[in-house]
């Protein structure tokens, strides 16, 4: 099935969070020469404070038509999903620009407490949104990242123990599929 292509910038804290967001959607037909990453270069500041600064850039941007789609990922570290939206939207807010509307391709992920969560349940382990997990070599989450892909675009439920930080994010991933059409 030929895909659409589509200019979509990944506004993300770092590269495990770029591998992440790109094995998914080169599994859901994106092309990577399609993407444009947007990633905090490690020792030049927080990747939290570096997504939270440029999110109300790159929604004017989207919305000037510089891009189709738009994904902000950052950690919520020690924060609940809820206060991290509410920065994010405070950022937009700061900036004069309204929030994302439910029909834009605009999609915020947060992983709780952060992205190795993530990564260790798709693995199978057992994980909750509090312990902070080891980080691992970030090109080794592909295979896992693809079966979430997968059931993400087919809306498969995911499992009853699944983080809510990941069930959200699948449910975010929604909002990028008219970009395949």
């Known amino acids: 099935m030929a895909k659409r292509q589509v ?19 080169l599994k859901w037909g994106f092309k990577l020469r399609n993407i444009r990453f947007v990633t905090c270069l490690p020792g030049k500041e927080s990747g ?7 999110y ?8 000037d038509r510089k891009t189709k789609g ?16 509410t920065q994010l939207r405070e ?9 994302p509307k439910q029909y834009e391709a605009i999609a915020v992920f947060i992983p709780k407490r952060n992205i190795e969560t993530w990564l260790h349940y798709l693995k199978g382990e057992q994980v909750n949104e509090e312990d902070k997990y ?5 090109s080794q ?13 087919q809306k498969q439920k995911l499992e009853e123990n699944a983080p809510p930080s ?9 909002r990028l599929l008219p970009l395949l059409n």
Do not use: M, W
């Open 48 to 54: 939290e404070a570096f997504v939270r600064r440029n």
């Open 56 to 63: 109300a850039i790159e929604v004017n941007a989207y919305r």
């Open 134 to 138: 080891s980080k691992k070599n970030p």
């Open 141 to 153: 989450c592909k295979l896992y990242v693809e079966d979430l892909a997968d059931r993400c675009q």
């Open 70 to 85: 738009l994904i902000a990922i950052t950690d919520a570290d020690k924060k609940s999903v809820k206060q991290k939206l």
């Open 166 to 174: 990941l069930k959200r994010a699948c449910q975010e991933f929604q």
């Open 7 to 25: 200019e979509i910038i990944i506004l993300c804290e770092g590269k495990q969070d770029e591998l992440f967001v790109q094995y998914f959607l």
């Open 91 to 99: 950022e937009l807010s700061k900036n004069h620009i309204s929030e």
